[in-house]
């Protein structure tokens, strides 16, 4: 497994590096400076020990790591932010116009790379992942500045923005390992699931800080008019909460001090132990499931540090 | 042929009322509201009357007018341009945070549109021509103000922003009309000729107008510090246009003088004279394959009027 993955990231190395001086220069950072390289983990233990085809489970879990590094480079244009893993941005360094292409050739690198999976229901995993992610955005989008959103609609865009390429990552190493159709389902199902819950805590983080973790201020989401969890739940208990005008937090000072409102209501716990319950669902999807005894351990350490995450 | 291209049309229309309110809201108009066709129009010449896989063909068509239609709105953000085809870009009413995602759907949704034409080779082909798309640009980006640029360096840049689309779609229709590899190459390399020029005579319209036949003022390329084949030859000819500073151009007047200086040089004429040149030179390609005579005369054609187009 650790082979495995260092294997990844010498490919993530080489494609940063090895396409052209433009992808090195302006992705290099972003795809080979690091993160969690989550995904990719999930391929790699869904596909488990019997794992035939190791290129195509290298080339799977480097796709899609190349897709969450698109959809980074493109977020950061959307939000102008400036730094991310501690490093200057595509967009920061290189503007507006770099990083939209940039993301779109990190895009077009994915769909190259999965093509040497050579399967097409690989390419189908791939795209309609990264269709959710792009709908994900636009809901978003479309939900900007609404504090009375729908926690459906919240749950509904933490699906389509995060969980879906968890789901693709379990499913992309379960094909790659040829398992049958019943364990590709609940090992997607399972990615699925710790992916919204993997979400759920990015925003709870985003109220709760510290920032000395985080490495960024407190309330980035509702600066952004971006309502999540936290805000839906404290609306209820604090009536006050959901009279506020968005539009009018425009400073960190503003937006911090929203936060400490937010977590006075005590709907954090409540947040965390939503999304505790939804890794523990979901790594209940893998006791039908015939795994290797150190794959389904594997694997429910992932789903653990997903539900443990505090930065 | 005309049957397909409706098929194709309505297609593209299924794909953009389809797919959810939200594809519909942002890139409906930039994909159903018209605009030439040209690339699906290559895929389904391309694929000649022999084409006995019809759904391949249409799925093909419509990949390649998604990745057109998302490059088109990556564009307008890049540009922060308001008009597209006579209607407001997705930048201009939905923002840019809208526009890069709707983008991104727009490629995620070729993607899984090029599925369904059961081939590895087709979506190898796709991504590809995305990469050069995306490749192209990041190129443009870092020439973006240098009057000096090569010649080899313009010429690549159109090859990988435009030509390698055309490619792209010739290829597809050959490879859904299951012709020899000899044919596949052929007409690739004819699609990459045309495809040349379509961009060599764009960059001349830019400079040459008329404004009234464009839809937009003269000279946006060198608003944008773009350098094209027009003020490449014309520095040669006029060693003051070798020392304007391009950041010292900032409005639409300045431009169409600075376009009317450029063109004093009679260079447009030189310039519209190679494209010719590339057209014919892409004609031949189809001179030894064994295409049927409608195909071949319909293929000669589209040339012509990539050769003649004006606006």
């Not at 309609?128 to 900007?144: F, H, K, P, V």
């Not at 879906?164 to 190493?173: D, P, T």
């Not at 040829?178 to 109220?207: C, H």
């Not at 800080?209 to 201020?217: D, E, I, R, S, V």
Request: proline residues 4%.
């Amino acid at each position: 497994m650790p082979a495995l993955l260092a294997a990844v990231e010498a490919r993530l190395v080489a494609l940063a590096a090895g396409h052209g001086p433009l992808l090195g220069a302006h992705a290099g950072h972003t795809i080979a400076a690091g993160g969690k390289r989550l995904r990719p983990l999930l391929v790699i233990l869904a596909a488990g020990p019997r794992a035939a085809d190791r290129p195509a489970l290298i080339a799977s879990a480097a796709a899609v790591e190349l897709i969450h590094s698109a959809t980074l480079v493109h977020d950061d244009v959307l939000d102008s932010a400036s730094l991310r893993r501690g490093v200057p941005t595509v967009w920061a360094q290189g503007g507006r116009a770099r990083a939209v292409a940039t993301g779109d050739l990190l895009f077009s690198r994915a769909f190259a790379e999965i093509t040497a999976v050579g399967s097409l229901e690989a390419v189908q995993a791939l795209s309609r992942a990264t269709s959710a992610l792009a709908e994900g955005e636009l809901l978003q989008r479309q939900d900007a500045w609404n504090p009375a959103v729908a926690l459906d609609r919240y749950l509904l865009r933490c699906e389509l923005k995060t969980a879906r390429l968890f789901e693709a990552s379990c499913q992309l190493g379960a094909l790659a390992a040829r398992g049958p159709a019943a364990e590709v389902e609940g090992l997607a199902a399972f990615g699925r699931g710790i992916g919204v819950a993997f979400q759920l805590l990015d925003d709870v983080i985003d109220v709760a800080g510290p920032a000395a973790l985080t490495g960024k201020h407190r309330g980035t989401d509702l600066l952004d008019g971006t309502v999540t969890l936290p805000l839906i739940l404290a609306r209820e208990r604090d009536p006050a909460l959901a009279a506020v005008d968005l539009r009018a937090i425009t400073t960190p000072e503003q937006a911090e001090s929203l936060c400490d409102r937010i977590a006075a209501t005590g709907v954090l716990e409540e947040a965390r132990a939503q999304a505790l319950e939804m890794v523990h669902a979901a790594t209940a999807q893998l006791a039908p499931l015939a795994l290797d005894d150190g794959q389904r351990e594997a694997l429910s350490l992932v789903a653990s540090s997903v539900a443990d995450r505090r930065a």
